[in-house]
Each structure stands twice: as structure tokens, then as C-alpha cells.
């Protein structure tokens, strides 16, 4: 019944637009004119890809809509001209918002300006080389709890019902609040297009001249399923190409589960050479803004020199990618070498350790063997020093017979050589304790 409803309308409205259009001025200039082309809209100047959508709770001015070519020193804004039109009424091009479908529907957003009326829809007059331009346009961002009310009432308006007892008697009718509700859930509430059409004024009713056309899409630029991707900052810029190097990334607002961290390599002429995702998961998002990731590997893990490449968010909804950062892949060997300088100090210390145990157990007095490990192990500035306060006590440095024969004098030199390691392994005091605690052994 429902349907029935519509097609009947339909008919009605198609066939009363075709009488008025043919007792139009331009519609009969149109008909006898079939030697020029069809009157056309073109867009010269697009809409920027994306914008901040306004709630109506928010007063003041606010930056405009511009133009997709629009910079500092120049601004630019939504153009449009009206081809093959060869009548002297005066045409009027309306700007109204558009869902971002293949085919777009009305959307419920609603345009916001100076020529603007209630429902959204912004007329500006044709100039006299048949060019208009929007300026000063904001998008009104309509709640989602609003949207199905907005499109049960557009619909029940398309079908002229709007008496209350005659839906409630009519159980197809009832149905449109459903159908509403499926249709709000479906549409795109942060990407719109914006619908140009051309029309002319004749008895107070309007004509179109030529069919509409729709920009490319307008994304809301505070969402994170269509704003910007943007690297704000990264603790590591280089790891090894080894990969699986924890890093951690802020970041604009993005969708856990509709971003990727890219990471890519580009030869001198823009060619991409290789590219990997990093691996986390959405857990590791942090309140859309900070995402904790592991590199990837690099294609080859035996390179000898660094290489750079280049890091950026990706969402693959829409293909949008983030502005590249530069990240340096190193070789192993040079990820290697601090852990191999450190592998060089244990082993030197164990070695020293295991003489002066020997040594202790045998009751050995010369050749103290754990005098150069100890020393191997100390700066030489503090060496020098500790050597003069050691001295002054009358006391050898490491010395075995100056610590093992008075008990006064093992006792200071015990406390020298903790003042010793405190000063050269303070920060690292399980390293100072199995020292002491060696040297403790030795002496007694």
C-alpha cells in the first residue's frame, strides 16, 4: 500500500512539473532550442575533503567552508558554472547537503550561511557569466538521536500523509517508523556531499534548468572514522632491522579497529620499494590518541649501513593516509655492540671473582690475581684517587697483606674499597654488592 502510495505521488508530481516547465519561458526556449547542447552545471573550485561539523549548541563564527585550492595568502571557496544556457531569466543555482553514497539521498545535516533558509538550502544568484560562489558555508551536525524523527517526517511529507488518524488506521504506514529507524542506522553521519542544482522562478514556483550535480565528499574533520590521520609524536625514530622494537606513538583521534601503522621505502624517484604493517592490537590503542606498536622487520636483516624509511597511520575505510615520518633501520651490529661490551665486563668480572675465590680457598698471599680484575673494572681517575686516600692509611689499594694481617687495618680498607664502588657503581648497586661481597670473601 505504501509503495503504491509513492508511485501514485510520483506520477502526480512528475506530471504537473512537466505542464509547468513547458508554460516556463526558459523551458520553451529550452524545447525550441535543440540545436544548442543541454544546459549543464560543472564545479570549477570542490569543497575541501574536510571540515568541522558544528553542533546548533555552538555560537559565533567559525571558520567557513573553503575551497580545495584554498591557502593563506589566497582563499577560495565552492564554485559553480552553468554551461549551454541560452535564456535571459535569471537562474539561481541551491547548495543542500547529500549522503555520500553512490546513490545520495537527503541528508539530515543541514548547511548553515547567509543565504541559507531552515531547511539547509543555500540559494545564490547566477552572475552574469554564470558562475556562483558559496561562501562563508558551515555544515549543522544533527544528533544521532534526532536523525530517525528528521526521516519520518521527510518521508511521511513524500508521501503528502500527514494526518495522524489515517497512519494509525493504516498499518503500512506504520511501518515507516521502522524503516526510518533502519535508514538512520545506515547513513554516514560524518561524510556528506554537497548537492548543486539550477533552477528559475516563474508564478512562485521553481524550475530546474539543468540536472544537479554532487561535490566530492566532505568528511567531518573531528571524527575518527573520517578526520585526519596525523603522526603528533613517535619516543623512537630507528631500530634494528631485526624488527620487534617497542614503540610509542601520539597521534590525532583514530578508530582502534580501522587503523594501521604503514611502514614504507621509496626510491629517489617516489617508487615504493617495500612496505610493512606494524603489529599491535586494539588493546594496545590507547583512548584513540596513543598507540604502543612493534616494528616490523626490514626486508633485508643483514644490511651494513642504516636506511631510512618512512612511517604514517593508514585507515583503510577510505585509503587515507597520515603525512610520512622518517624512521632509520640500523644493522645488528650496531644494535649488538653495547650488549657486547656489556657480555666483555661480566665475563672479565667473573674471571676475577673465580682467582680470588681460588686464591682465598688456597691461602695464598702472592700473586693476587683479583688486583687486576677489580681495577679493570674501575675508572682510572677514581683509581688514582683511591689509591692516594689508600696510601695515606698507610694501606695498599687491592693489597692482600695489608687487609689480612690487622684487624683495624682490614677494616679500613674494606671501608676504602666501598667508598670505591660506590663511586664507580652507584647506579648499579646489584653489580657493587657481588663485588663487595667477593672482596669480603677474599679478605677473610
Not at 17 to 44: A, D, E, M, V
Not at 289 to 318: C, E, G, H
Request: net charge positive.
Amino acid at each position: 500500500m505504501f509503495k503504491w502510495i509513492l508511485v501514485v505521488v510520483y506520477r502526480v508530481v512528475y506530471s504537473h512539473s512537466i505542464r509547468n516547465i513547458s508554460r516556463c519561458p526558459c523551458g520553451q526556449n529550452l524545447r525550441n532550442s535543440s540545436r544548442f547542447s543541454t544546459p549543464q552545471l560543472k564545479i570549477l573550485e570542490q569543497p575541501t575533503n574536510r571540515i568541522r561539523y558544528r553542533y546548533r549548541s555552538e555560537k559565533g563564527s567559525h571558520g567557513g567552508l573553503t575551497g580545495e585550492n584554498s591557502s593563506q595568502n589566497k582563499k577560495t571557496y565552492p564554485t559553480v558554472k552553468l554551461e549551454n544556457y541560452h535564456s535571459t531569466a535569471q537562474v539561481y543555482i541551491r547548495a543542500s547537503l547529500y549522503t555520500n553514497e553512490e546513490r545520495p539521498k537527503s541528508h539530515v545535516h543541514k548547511l548553515m550561511g547567509r543565504h541559507c533558509n531552515e531547511e539547509g538550502h543555500c540559494t545564490v544568484p547566477l552572475s552574469d557569466n554564470m558562475i556562483a560562489t558559496f561562501q562563508n558555508l558551515g555544515i549543522l551536525f544533527v544528533g544521532k538521536k534526532e536523525v530517525p524523527d528528521i526521516l519520518y517526517r521527510r518521508k511521511l511529507e513524500e508521501t503528502q500523509v500527514l494526518h495522524t488518524s489515517f497512519i494509525s488506521a493504516n498499518p503500512s504506514l506504520l511501518s515507516v517508523r521502522e524503516e526510518s529507524e533502519r535508514d538512520a542506522k545506515d547513513m554516514n553521519l560524518n561524510s556528506v556531499k554537497i548537492c548543486f542544482e539550477a533552477f528559475v522562478y516563474e508564478n512562485d514556483m521553481s524550475y530546474a534548468v539543468s540536472s544537479p550535480i554532487f561535490s566530492r565528499p566532505v568528511a567531518n574533520q573531528k571524527s575518527p572514522d573520517s578526520g585526519e590521520l596525523k603522526i603528533v609524536r613517535m619516543d623512537k625514530y630507528c631500530g634494528p632491522a631485526t624488527g620487534d622494537e617497542e614503540v610509542f606513538l601520539l597521534c590525532e583521534k583514530v578508530n582502534k579497529k580501522e587503523i594501521k601503522i604503514r611502514f614504507f621505502e621509496t626510491d629517489s624517484d617516489g617508487h615504493q620499494l617495500w612496505e610493512s604493517f606494524a603489529n599491535f592490537t586494539e588493546a594496545d590503542v590507547h583512548h584513540q590518541v596513543a598507540i604502543v606498536f612493534r616494528t616490523p622487520p626490514y626486508r633485508d636483516q643483514n644490511i651494513k649501513s642504516s636506511v631510512q624509511v618512512y612511517v604514517q597511520l593508514f585507515r583503510p575505510r577510505d585509503g587515507e593516509y597520515s603525512e610520512g615520518r622518517p624512521f632509520t633501520y640500523k644493522p645488528k651490529e650496531h644494535d649488538l655492540d653495547g650488549v657486547e661490551k656489556k657480555r666483555r665486563k661480566i665475563s672479565h668480572y667473573n674471571s676475577g671473582v673465580e682467582d680470588i675465590s681460588n686464591n682465598s680457598n688456597n691461602g695464598g698471599n702472592s700473586g693476587f690475581v683479583g688486583n687486576h680484575s677489580f681495577t679493570s673494572l674501575a675508572d682510572s681517575s677514581h683509581t688514582t684517587q683511591s689509591s692516594r686516600d689508600s696510601n695515606n692509611n698507610n694501606i695498599g689499594y687491592y693489597g692482600h697483606s695489608s687487609c689480612s694481617h690487622d684487624s683495624t687495618k682490614r677494616e679500613n680498607c674494606l671501608q676504602i674499597k666501598s667508598n670505591h664502588l660506590n663511586r664507580n657503581y652507584g647506579p648499579n648497586r646489584r653489580k657493587a654488592n657481588l663485588i663487595e661481597n667477593s672482596i669480603t670473601l677474599f679478605v677473610n
